[in-house]
């Protein structure tokens, strides 16, 4: 027997702390017509995916971006952007592939339905971040 309730429940997370790769982005419009970034997060060792929702006019957004870029790659905070959607779109670029380790929480919907939600990016895993904390390497690898 197929419950889709149990189905749905089974892909939630506990709070806490994983390992997650970003794994695909695509544009997302509001209702307004803004237009923004829905980024999915694969869970890694779990068949989940963490949805990400970053709409350029949104201050939690640009925060989650700024965090994770100063992760994968400190230099894009450098730049300017012609828009907040491009500066999503490059930090999401320089993510692919990487392990990232974030903090995930269950939150509750108005309509009561519960949801994995980023709270935040903590620390690459195995990767630049370590490296450079370390000081492995002259060149941190990206």
Same mark, same amino acid.
């Given at each position: 027997? +197929?419950?889709?309730?149990?189905?749905?429940?089974?892909?939630?997370? @506990?709070? =806490?702390?994983?390992?997650?790769?970003? !794994? *695909?982005?695509?544009? $997302?419009? @509001?209702?307004?017509?803004?237009?923004?970034?829905?980024?999915?997060?694969?869970?890694?060792? $779990?068949?989940? %995916?963490?949805?990400? +929702?970053? +709409?350029? *006019?949104?201050?939690?957004?640009? %925060?989650?971006?700024?965090?994770?870029?100063?992760?994968?790659?400190?230099?894009?905070? *450098?730049?300017?952007?012609?828009?907040?959607?491009?500066?999503?779109?490059?930090?999401?670029?320089?993510? *692919?592939?990487?392990?990232? !380790?974030?903090?995930?929480?269950?939150? @509750? /919907?108005?309509? =009561?339905?519960?949801?994995? /939600?980023?709270?935040?990016?903590? /620390?690459?895993?195995? =990767?630049? +971040?370590?490296?450079?904390?370390?000081? $492995?390497?002259?060149?941190?690898?990206?």
């Amino acid at each position: 027997m +197929f419950n889709p309730k149990s189905y749905l429940e089974s892909k939630l997370l @506990k709070a =806490g702390t994983y390992i997650l790769s970003p !794994v *695909e982005y695509r544009y $997302q419009t @509001k209702t307004d017509g803004s237009i923004g970034l829905m980024v999915e997060f694969a869970v890694e060792g $779990q068949d989940v %995916r963490v949805p990400s +929702f970053w +709409f350029p *006019e949104n201050d939690l957004a640009i %925060r989650m971006a700024a965090s994770l870029a100063r992760l994968v790659d400190p230099r894009l905070l *450098e730049k300017s952007y012609p828009t907040a959607l491009e500066f999503f779109e490059e930090v999401v670029k320089a993510a *692919e592939g990487k392990r990232i !380790v974030a903090l995930v929480a269950v939150n @509750k /919907r108005p309509d =009561g339905s519960l949801v994995n /939600r980023i709270k935040s990016f903590i /620390r690459l895993e195995n =990767g630049a +971040f370590e490296a450079k904390k370390e000081k $492995q390497y002259d060149e941190v690898p990206f």
